[in-house]
């Protein structure tokens, strides 16, 4: 059992930058695939940036690319990312996921198919 504690939501003007943490406690002895996600009010959860269980490969949607960097300190058990040049677009929940039973981020962020998620920390860019 893994639990995940998201933090460094906040409200940013747009062109600002901000670094979400997502902590891990409880079962962190095996390597977690991670993954950052969003939800904006009424539309779909989006897979935004995933990393492997080796943290050698990463994958990123199309709208964060060259923005956002997802990154991993094993040693302290926190997935982090960095999003600079923010938009409005950008405003949603974001949530945290692990998982330990694949190995490519990309079926990971493309399918949501993790085992455990956090429970959120909220960006806001006002427009």
């Known amino acids: 059992q893994v639990t995940l504690v998201e933090s460094g939501g906040a409200l940013v003007q747009a062109g600002g930058s901000l670094r979400l943490s997502c902590t891990a406690s409880g079962s962190t002895d095996d390597e977690y695939a991670m993954g950052w996600f969003r939800q904006a009010p009424g539309k779909e959860r989006e897979g935004v940036s995933c990393?492997?269980?080796?943290?050698?490969?990463?994958h990123y949607a199309d709208s964060v690319k060259g923005r956002f960097t997802i990154s991993r300190d094993n040693a302290k058990n926190t997935l982090y990312l960095q999003m600079n040049s923010l938009k409005p677009e950008d405003t949603a929940m974001y949530y945290c996921a692990a998982d330990d039973r694949f190995m490519n981020a990309t079926y990971y962020c493309t399918t949501g198919n993790f085992g455990y998620w956090g429970q959120g920390t909220q960006v806001t860019v006002p427009s």
């Open positions: 990393i492997s269980r080796s943290g050698y490969t990463t």
